[in-house]
């Protein structure tokens, strides 16, 4: 018998049109070497251009797929990506609790990227008492660790650290993430008027490393989830997570330059980029340019 691949359990929500979610999920996994398995939290409809709809599942069904695989098989990693509702987070919170050596990558989905609100002010609440505490790191962009960093007091602070617009400076959103309770942050910079997309890695200590990625044309459904199922993928294969880190960054940023129009709304990131010939990939492109025109 062989040595069975290391195992990472994704909390998700199932995105129909493969880019996000929990099918992101599973790709980015099996792409680097894991076994993935999978507990739906939500269902949406959605496309390639956004999410129209969310309907979250009863947290019972959430947790008790989520026990039924723990105790069948060792996990190395949890992931967790959209959860749909407070009960949700709950019960996942609950359940991931009973393992506490079993590192946590959490990735905040606040929104779609075309916008479309996915967490309620109620949810981020959840998520800042129940999962930052519990989480190895985080993986928010920067519109994302502000929202989650937000004080009541930032509208009244004048300390040299802020922006002119009182607007919390992504480093001090770090130190209010890392004192909620994770050990680490990492704040991607997709979202920010840079020429490079710049990403910093905070831990209690400060900055840890910081990557600038070359800044690809046109917008992405599902990078987050790439980024961070890939960050799990590396540290269930036994990575530090600095390194871990930077592997994970450059497996995204591989897959974001690689990716592929399907539909009428945003590319996805081809996870699979490394199985496929540069040759086969361009006259795809050339023959899905000629389909719509």
């Avoid at 680097?32 to 709809?53: K, R």
């Avoid at 969310?54 to 990693?77: G, K, N, S, T, Y």
């Avoid at 269930?236 to 600095?242: F, K, Q, R, Y």
Wanted: with cysteine.
């Amino acid at each position: 018998m062989c040595q069975p691949p290391p195992i990472v359990l994704s909390f998700a929500a199932s995105d129909s049109s493969g880019g996000a979610g929990v099918q992101a999920d599973i790709l980015t996994l099996a792409s680097m070497g894991c076994h993935p398995l999978s507990v739906i939290t939500a269902i949406t409809v959605q496309d390639t251009a956004g999410v129209d709809d969310v309907m979250p599942l009863d947290p019972e069904w959430v947790a008790d797929q989520a026990r039924a695989v723990l105790e069948d098989m060792p996990v190395h990693v949890f992931k967790i990506g959209m959860l749909g509702s407070v009960e949700i987070i709950a019960a996942i919170a609950e359940v991931i609790s009973d393992y506490p050596d079993i590192p946590l990558v959490l990735d905040p989905v606040l929104a779609s990227g075309r916008g479309d609100e996915l967490a309620s002010e109620d949810m981020v609440m959840a998520m800042r008492e129940l999962l930052l505490p519990q989480a190895t790191i985080i993986t928010p962009n920067s519109m994302e660790a502000r929202r989650l960093a937000q004080d009541d007091d930032d509208d009244e602070d004048e300390d040299e650290d802020e922006d002119d617009d009182d607007t919390p400076s992504l480093s001090r959103c770090a130190v209010r993430l890392l004192q909620m309770g994770c050990e680490y942050v990492l704040i991607t910079g997709t979202h920010e008027n840079t020429s490079q997309v710049v990403n910093n890695l905070y831990g209690t200590d400060g900055v840890i490393r910081t990557d600038a990625w070359q800044r690809l044309a046109g917008s992405y459904h599902g990078s987050g989830c790439t980024l961070a199922s890939a960050i799990a993928a590396a540290l269930a294969n036994g990575l530090p997570v600095a390194e871990g880190v930077y592997e994970a960054q450059a497996y995204t940023w591989q897959s974001l330059k690689s990716g592929f129009r399907p539909g009428m709304g945003q590319y996805l990131p081809d996870r699979l980029f490394w199985a496929r010939d540069e040759t086969d990939a361009a006259d795809g492109d050339k023959a899905n340019d000629a389909a719509r025109r």
